[in-house]
């Protein structure tokens, strides 16, 4: 069975930095994209960053991009959203996600693209 278990959410100020963590079990998790998506109160769901299965590219969403980064460890089957400058908008509660197959026309910022969700970790800053 495929689980994703987020952690390291907590609270923090604006201007501060935070990283969440991502663990994958019961696959080869090497061999995936994993993508960061996140989601407020009244809000749809929305794309954050993503990171290919090797690592050698990353695509962040305009409104987080130059703040955050997104990594990941395969040996430890793990991946990071590293969050830095930090504004009260990022709240949300972040969701860790990985698709059961190649996403088709690079399309990493859909969410419909992926199939395995973790059960998310809050995040919350404060102004």
């Known amino acids: 069975q495929v689980q994703l278990v987020e952690s390291g959410g907590g609270l923090v100020q604006a201007g501060g930095s935070l990283r969440v963590s991502c663990d994958v079990s019961?696959?080869?998790?090497?061999?995936?994209?994993m993508g960061w998506f996140r989601q407020a109160p009244g809000n749809q769901r929305e794309f954050v960053a993503a990171?290919?299965?090797?690592?050698?590219?990353?695509y962040y969403a305009d409104s987080v991009k130059g703040r955050f980064t997104i990594s990941r460890d395969n040996a430890k089957n793990t991946v990071y959203l590293q969050m830095s400058s930090l504004k009260p908008e990022d709240t949300a509660v972040y969701l860790c996600?990985?698709?059961?197959?190649?996403?088709?026309?690079?399309?990493?910022?859909?969410?419909?693209?992926?199939?395995?969700w973790g059960q998310g970790t809050q995040v919350t800053v404060s102004s």
């Open positions: 990171i290919t299965w090797n690592g050698d590219r990353a």
């Open positions: 019961g696959r080869t998790f090497s061999l995936y994209t």
């Open positions: 996600a990985s698709p059961r197959r190649p996403i088709p026309g690079g399309r990493y910022y859909d969410t419909r693209q992926y199939d395995y």
